[in-house]
């Protein structure tokens, strides 16, 4: 993560500070907002309020000094709804609002044809390390260590076919802070709402994954679009 980023994701009908010179409310999402990573892709992924659970994934390119959108599917939130990553507190079934970067990606499946992002096979003791006292917490283990309760991780074998495609998302990932949350991803639906993670149609996974180019440094930005929500990056 980078520090002192504010993000926010708004309503056609607000403008932010420090966002593009002028935009209007017909002004494509990135374009009103006052950060977008520094890189040439992006994600949104935009609840219509913090209770929601469902709403949109968009990912877009920047060409010639303008933002277009390159493809939209219905998404999915945490159960909760949706709480400022900062404030944060693991095991409330809320997903982090801000913007954060995507470390590399991850499947039980192959890599889809094009997928150009570092890609882990997951594989029968694959495991993503959530407990908070561990060495080890919020980190891809293989296999699991000493010092990292199985109950307090998970078992990335085991969720098919949410895991069958996934993007880390780096929300609490370079300096972990202990309880704040581990194992926030993109990846593939459930039956319904999630843990926190932001979930998509496993097509749109696979067109994402396909899509985003590391040379272009894509970026997730998460949050609202009722009002503002404005999320200084710790």
């Given at each position: 993560m980078r520090h002192?980023?504010?993000?926010?994701?708004?309503?056609?009908?607000l403008?932010?500070?420090?966002?593009a010179p002028?935009?209007?409310?017909?002004?494509?999402?990135?374009?009103?907002?006052?950060?977008?990573g520094?890189g040439?892709?992006?994600?949104?992924?935009?609840?219509?309020g913090?209770?929601?659970t469902?709403g949109?994934?968009?990912?877009?390119?920047r060409?010639?000094?303008?933002?277009?959108?390159?493809g939209?599917?219905?998404?999915?939130?945490?159960a909760?709804?949706?709480?400022?990553?900062?404030?944060?507190t693991q095991?409330?079934?809320t997903?982090?609002?801000?913007?954060?970067?995507?470390?590399?990606?991850?499947?039980?499946?192959?890599p889809?044809?094009?997928?150009?992002?570092a890609?882990?096979?997951?594989?029968?003791?694959?495991?993503?390390?959530?407990d908070?006292?561990s060495?080890?917490?919020?980190?891809?283990?293989?296999p699991?260590?000493a010092d990292?309760r199985a109950?307090?991780?998970?078992?990335?074998i085991t969720y098919?076919?949410?895991?069958a495609?996934?993007?880390?998302?780096?929300?609490?990932?370079?300096?972990?802070?202990?309880?704040?949350?581990?194992?926030?991803f993109l990846?593939?639906?459930?039956?319904?709402?999630?843990?926190?993670?932001?979930?998509v149609?496993?097509?749109?996974?696979?067109?994402i994954?396909?899509w985003?180019?590391?040379?272009?440094?894509?970026?997730?930005?998460?949050g609202t679009?009722?009002?503002?929500?404005a999320?200084?990056?710790?």
């Open positions: 002192g980023v504010v993000v926010a994701l708004v309503s056609a009908s403008l932010l500070l420090g966002a002028d935009p209007t409310e017909d002004s494509p999402l990135p374009e009103r907002m006052a950060d977008t520094g040439t892709q992006l994600i949104t992924a935009e609840a219509p913090p209770d929601a469902s949109t994934v968009t990912w877009w390119d060409r010639d000094g303008h933002w277009s959108k390159a939209s599917a219905p998404a999915r939130f945490g909760n709804g949706l709480v400022e990553g900062a404030s944060r095991g409330t079934n997903t982090p609002t801000g913007l954060y970067d995507l470390p590399y990606a991850f499947g039980i499946q192959p889809p044809t094009g997928t150009t992002a890609y882990r096979r997951v594989h029968q003791d694959s495991w993503w390390c959530e908070s006292v060495r080890s917490y919020n980190r891809w283990t293989q699991l260590p990292c109950s307090e991780s998970e078992h990335l098919d076919p949410q895991y495609y996934a993007f880390v998302i780096g929300f609490n990932y370079d300096e972990p802070v202990p309880g704040r949350g581990a194992g926030i990846h593939v639906n459930g039956r319904g709402a999630t843990a926190g993670c932001v979930s149609p496993e097509d749109a996974m696979r067109r994954l396909a985003a180019e590391p040379g272009r440094r894509p970026h997730i930005a998460i679009a009722k009002g503002a929500t999320i200084t990056r710790y």
